[in-house]
């Protein structure tokens, strides 16, 4: 009976350490704490794991050739600000925004009827000085605001608009629109003290000539009004030279005012 006992107390030690060494293989819990769920070794059974290596954020692209930025209109050098002034289709240029017209007014002004668009828009047959007053008052119209401007017809004597440069605004611009439009034909042809007469405003670095005939006043030939011009323009102002239906030594002399002062000259009917 002594012997049976021990057999059996035998057999249950054996069964106690293999009980408790396969729960220690297999993370088996402490009796009472329940049983495992596959956590890792070490861990809290049924928590969650915080050893895993995951991605807290959306991975960001970089491009390594970015294309560089378009600068903004406001950061982009414009060469002038405002356009210039326009006659007969031709841009005026002018170093400080100024402008003098000078305008031929003598009886010669008064013939050759011609067909010419008004500012209208519509067709009109008229002489020379009607078709220079449509360009004239064109022109003046759309000077920009930043611009100033004077003006001065001529036959052997001379009318100037103002005594001095007015500001291109609406108010002004107007009152010479008015001053264009009841100028008449009439006299000779006093080109050279006319053109001096504005070139004496030396604020102003840029002339509008316009002009139909050989001057004959005011000076003792062509080359006498020439020098005149030449000897005025200390400032040296650009003088570029409209000449209307010229021919012949007139146009010569036309281009050769132009020439001096480093401006152009231009045919026009």
């Not at 002018?94 to 000078?102: G, M």
């Not at 004239?136 to 001379?158: E, Y």
């Not at 604020?203 to 005025?232: E, F, W, Y």
């Amino acid at each position: 009976m002594k012997l049976f006992r021990s057999v059996i107390a035998s057999a249950a030690a054996v069964l106690v350490a293999s009980s408790m060494a396969m729960a220690q293989q297999t993370g088996g819990a402490t009796p009472g704490m329940g049983t495992g769920t596959g956590g890792t070794p070490g861990s809290t059974p049924g928590a969650t794991p915080t050893d895993l290596d995951l991605p807290l954020e959306k991975p960001v692209y970089v491009n390594p050739n970015p294309t560089p930025p378009t600068p903004d209109d406001g950061d982009r050098d414009d060469p002038r600000d405002e356009p210039p002034p326009v006659i007969y289709g031709e841009e005026i240029t002018s170093e400080n925004d100024t402008i003098f017209y000078v305008v031929d007014i003598s009886c010669s002004m008064d013939w050759d009827n011609r067909s010419y668009t008004t500012l209208e828009g519509t067709t009109r047959n008229g002489p020379r000085m009607d078709r220079a007053k449509v360009e004239l008052i064109r022109s003046i119209l759309g000077l920009s605001r930043n611009f100033k401007f004077n003006m001065i017809a001529f036959d052997c004597g001379t009318r100037r608009w103002r005594s001095s440069m007015q500001e291109a605004n609406d108010a002004n611009k107007q009152a010479a629109v008015g001053w264009v439009n009841a100028l008449q034909p009439t006299g000779a042809t006093g080109t050279g003290p006319a053109t001096a007469l504005a070139l004496g405003d030396k604020d102003n670095m840029s002339v509008v000539l316009l002009t139909d005939g050989a001057p004959n006043c005011g000076a003792n030939d062509m080359n006498g009004h020439r020098q005149i011009i030449r000897t005025a323009n200390t400032q040296r102002a650009v003088i570029n030279v409209f000449g209307i239906a010229a021919s012949g030594t007139y146009r010569t002399f036309c281009q050769n005012v132009a020439s001096d002062a480093g401006g152009s000259y231009f045919d026009v009917p």
